[in-house]
């Protein structure tokens, strides 16, 4: 078969086809891997390093998030500083890319009535998709990247406690919120395609430069949904699909980041028409082997080599072991793409992260002729 670019290998296999090996890919967030390999670090997530880093991999995709992705800094704060982004959501610099909120603006019905939403038009909405395409010289598959409306709703727009309160005292409230949300994202997706079309000078069906939208939305933790299938069904589901049906609609494939056991509503997602489930969390028993018998070609999987055990404490050869395990469960037919079971963090050796990616290069060509186990 006829060597790929990364971008055409990644949506090819996103799209449940055969490309000519199996695509690597994660979420670079290890400031220490950036220093090893670029040379500096960055302050804020920025888009060129991470298409650099991404490219100095090998990976074959790139996530990078909207303006406004919440956790994420829009602009740098010192250690330890306490602020307030422009949702109204008010963190304390405690981390690398991603913050903790450790207040919410929405605790009740009058806070909603007086809260406005940011603008989703605003111009940098689209920066940092913008920088990262303009670096794109190798043509790794832009990923742009939005929050899901229960991620925002128990975590960013009120907290767990006062969400589970609110279904029971005000349900309306919930279905108001997710609706005002679900628009919101939409907006903010026509104007990136449109802000990033600019780029070289056309507007088309899906922006040039980037090639996939992924739904960030976390629901399970380790042992179980956060909440009880009946809730996010009731409150959730719909709006989740709203979204993957709008963002679908401007011309591109959809990915579901979610991780956690995710077992008791995963057909649920899957019937929403996402086209890739990332990141398989092996750690919270998310079978890979079953995930792919049981959606086939309706689904690709991406992941599921834990990155919490194996990737930190393994050696290169507990990774290349692991690694392909996964492809033999997953690579045939196509449809998958080999990751870890979340990011490439701090903790991770580097000869580690190179011993996944070498695997995917060293066994997974198409036709597969993997080694026995």
Not at 228 to 248: A, D, Q, T, Y
Not at 349 to 364: D, H, S
Request: aromatic residues 10%; glycine residues 10%; contains cysteine.
């Amino acid at each position: 078969m006829m060597e790929m670019k990364p971008r055409e290998r990644f949506v090819t296999a996103l799209n449940c086809g055969t490309p000519d090996r199996v695509p690597v890919y994660d979420f670079l967030f290890s400031r220490r891997l950036m220093k090893e390999l670029l040379g500096y670090t960055t302050e804020l997530y920025d888009g060129a390093a991470q298409v650099k880093l991404a490219a100095m991999l090998g990976l074959d995709g790139v996530f990078v998030p909207a303006g406004g992705f919440c956790g994420f800094e829009e602009e740098p704060h010192a250690e330890g500083a306490r602020y307030l982004d422009e949702w109204g959501i008010t963190y304390v610099k405690n981390g690398w890319p991603v913050m903790v909120q450790i207040d919410v603006p929405i605790k009740r019905r009058i806070d909603w009535k007086n809260y406005r939403l940011p603008d989703p038009r605003a111009k940098h909405r689209a920066e940092t998709i913008r920088e990262a395409v303009r670096a794109n010289e190798g043509k790794i598959a832009v990923i742009a990247g939005f929050l899901g409306p229960f991620t925002m709703m128990y975590w960013y727009f009120m907290d767990l406690a006062n969400l589970s309160l609110t279904i029971y005292d005000d349900p309306d409230l919930i279905h108001e919120m997710n609706a005002a949300y679900v628009k919101w994202v939409l907006d903010a997706a026509r104007f990136v395609v449109e802000e990033i079309g600019e780029v070289d000078g056309t507007i088309r069906g899906a922006a040039p430069g980037v090639d996939v939208f992924m739904l960030a939305d976390d629901w399970g933790g380790t042992t179980g949904l956060l909440m009880s299938p009946s809730h996010l069904r009731e409150f959730f589901v719909g709006p989740f699909g709203e979204i993957v049906r709008g963002l679908k609609a401007l011309g591109l494939p959809v990915a579901m980041h979610n991780d956690g056991n995710l077992w008791d509503v995963l057909d649920d997602l899957v019937a929403t028409g996402i086209d890739g489930y990332h990141p398989v969390e092996r750690g919270a028993s998310m079978d890979l082997a079953k995930v792919k018998a049981r959606y086939g070609k309706r689904l690709c999987p991406i992941g599921n080599i834990d990155n919490k055990t194996t990737m930190v404490t393994g050696t290169p050869e507990d990774v290349e072991h692991e690694a392909l395990e996964c492809l033999r469960t997953a690579a045939p037919g196509g449809g998958y793409i080999l990751a870890t079971d979340h990011s490439l963090h701090d903790d991770i050796p580097t000869v580690n992260v190179y011993a996944y990616i070498e695997a995917a290069k060293r066994y997974g060509a198409y036709p597969l002729r993997l080694p026995h186990a």
